[in-house]
């Protein structure tokens, strides 16, 4: 069942209760792209299959030197989402899709120039108790995870990068590895978000701090939005956060068409 997909607004903002889970997300345009009258490159879509009681979190940041990034950001969140509920639950093999369609859009663009990076993330409600979390990416989009008012870095090779100027891998790609890693949590919340928040978060304890105290618990949708664009110097791309809080009490909806 799609819960939500971005679009290309300058600010979007959707929420949802499943049960257990409770869910924020807010995309804005950043600062860079406003001043240069470009749009927003990130994207997200959230997914939650009833049956396996998972949800699925994609979120693209699209490389911003890059003029069509954005319909590669687009297409990735929107595809991954299409074949999730069309029953892919291979996350290497679904990117390795994605991948291949945006490889396709590519030579089809005028400009030929696009890249994005992609992170997804699923989270499966355990019948034991606890929830599943597995996650396969290409980039920097990172996940973090907040538990007792403490932040960690869920790395994908297991090593937190200090600088934020490395090269960044992205689809499409030739042939990258794409591995999945999986853990198990019993509570907290974790967030899938794009660099311009990621960073600032990585290297400024203050962010941590305040994100930390405001992201205890689910804040309401608006407030959410506010604090994803938070302001910090000389960071001014795009801001996307997911957050997912574990132990929610809303109720799970019924299934649509």
Partial sequence: MPLFVSSGADAELSESALGLLEIRAASIRGLQHRSAGTERQDAFSVTWDEDSQTLLVLVADGVGSLPDSRL??????????????????????????????????????????MATTLTALTIGVCEAGGF?????????????????????????????????????????????????????????????????????????????????AWWESPPNLFEFGSQVSFARRSFIDDRTVVGVWLGGSGRIPEPTA
């Fill in 132 to 212: 599943d979390l597995a996650r396969c990416s290409i980039g920097d989009s990172p996940i973090w995870i907040l538990q007792n008012s403490e932040w960690t870095l869920w790395s994908p090779d297991g090593d937190v990068d200090e600088s934020f100027s490395a090269p960044i891998t992205a689809i499409p790609f030739a042939e990258a590895a794409v591995n999945v890693q999986s853990q198990l949590i019993s509570h907290g919340a974790v967030f899938v978000m794009t660099d311009g928040v990621g960073t600032p978060l990585q290297l400024s304890p203050d962010v941590r701090l305040s994100l930390a």
């Fill in 72 to 113: 590669a950001s687009t297409r990735a969140t929107e595809l991954g989402q299409k074949l999730w509920r069309e029953g892919f639950r291979d996350l290497p093999e679904l990117v390795r899709e994605i991948n291949a369609s945006v490889v396709d859009l590519a030579r089809e663009s005028a400009t030929k120039s």
